[in-house]
């Protein structure tokens, strides 16, 4: 008895509803996008599909926030891509424009929706997501940890020639190249992965999986929408499942890890009512050094944000 809207009918927001459609878990996606048409075509297209893929989702596309009313779930794909002779600073600011206005107008139409951002730089528009909802820190998170402990596990896969179903990992810290992938917390089937792999090429593995977004900005030439559309969709199952899975999400932290009033990527409990708990791993020094870098990479973009 869901219903999920989706801003921004963009790569990544098209592929979230139709993910989601496919997953057939919820009553209805709303596709909203400030060009109408683009929306509405998608939601068309992807509500085509259903017979042929054996659905019930209904799909709406809009750019009337009215359609939107009684949401459960908000999942946030706005924003521009960084363009040739923009600042990071610029991005920044047009985005969180973008996604602070999209919420406001979200909220006029949903009462207490769980909000789930993807735009990018993620960390800080998680943030200003949040300062714009006022609702309470488990109901707005970022999708990032998914989709890159995804890269992580299939370059591992790739490498092991196994199935990518039998590698679990987490990883931890901002969305960018300080982000921190744990080989200590990675197996394979249970297996150690420092078991299977060594040293030098499961640190290249890492290396790769840091610059995983930006190899597929080069070979597209924009960023990618498949992975990151269905790590999102995966976030909304768990919460419309009431799944409790454990996901790496970028959440608040309030003196978890010793870090305080930060958005940064950590493993949660995600259910019914959002992140339902935040795990606090037993980091040794070296894991906590690097999660602690990645957070002070994160809190120099929140502060250009909050001086806005
Ligand atoms: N309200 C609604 N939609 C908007 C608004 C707005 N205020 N501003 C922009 N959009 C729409 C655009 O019209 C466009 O259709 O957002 C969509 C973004 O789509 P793409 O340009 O295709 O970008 P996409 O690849 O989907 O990425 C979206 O997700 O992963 C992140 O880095 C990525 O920040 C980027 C976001």
Known sequence: MSKVTVIGAGNVGATVANVLAHKD???????????????RGKALDTWQQAPIDNYSTRLIGTSDYKDTKNSDIIVITAGIPRKPGMSRDDLISTNANIVTS???????????????VVSNPLDVMTYAAFKAAGLKSTRVFGMAGILDTARYRAFLASELNVSPKDIQAILMGGHGDTMVPLP????????????????????????????????LVKLMGTSAWYA?????????????KNENRIYPV????????????????????????GIEKIIELKLNKAETKLL????AAVKEVMEVFDKM
């Open 292 to 295: 602690h870098e990645s957070a």
């Open 184 to 215: 200590r917390y990675t197996t394979v089937s249970g297996i150690p992965v420092t078991e299977l792999v060594k040293p030098k090429v499961l640190d290249a593995i890492v290396e790769r999986t840091k610059a995983g977004g930006g190899e």
């Open 25 to 39: 878990i919820v009553n209805e996606v709303v596709l909203v996008d400030i060009v109408g048409d683009l929306a």
């Open 228 to 240: 990151p559309g269905a790590a999102a969709a995966q976030m909304v199952e768990s919460i419309v």
């Open 102 to 116: 999209v919420v406001k107008s979200v909220l006029e139409h949903s009462k207490n929706p769980i909000i789930i």
């Open 250 to 273: 970028c959440a608040q932290l309030n003196g978890q890890y010793g870090l305080k009033d930060i958005f940064v990527g950590v493993p949660v409990k995600l259910g019914k009512n």
